[in-house]
């Protein structure tokens, strides 16, 4: 059984930083490739940042050039570093891993950025 939990969520001030980290844990396994997603109110869920283990990355086009997701495999750690975040970036955010042929989800943290 895989869990994941997110941590790193909380309240900035526009233009400011935060750091989400998932972390996985349970049984052995090896994560090919993770990402983040995020939902804000009254809004459908939305793709932030995807990175693989052969090294591919890619970000929703509004948040290219102030996010950067990276993973650390050997420690089952995937984080997202954001800067310079805006009001419109307030969500809350959800990791997800593939892991083994199976996908998990984090419960996900919320992030609220204040104008």
């Known amino acids: 059984q895989v869990h994941l939990e997110e941590s790193g969520g909380g309240l900035v001030q526009s233009g400011g930083s935060l750091k989400l980290s998932c972390v996985a844990t349970?049984?052995?396994?090896?994560?090919?490739?993770a990402s983040w997603y995020r939902e804000a109110p009254g809004k459908r869920g939305e793709f932030v940042a995807i990175?693989?283990?052969?090294?591919?990355?890619n970000y929703t086009e509004s948040v290219k050039g102030r996010f950067t997701i990276s993973a650390d495999y050997a420690k089952n750690t995937v984080s997202l570093q954001m800067n310079d975040l805006k009001p419109e970036d307030t969500a809350h955010y959800s990791c997800?891993?593939?892991?083994?042929?199976?996908?998990?989800w984090g419960r996900g943290a919320q992030v609220t950025v204040s104008s």
């Open positions: 990175t693989t283990r052969d090294g591919f990355t």
């Open positions: 349970g049984s052995a396994f090896n994560i090919v490739d």
């Open positions: 997800n891993v593939a892991i083994n042929g199976e996908v998990y």
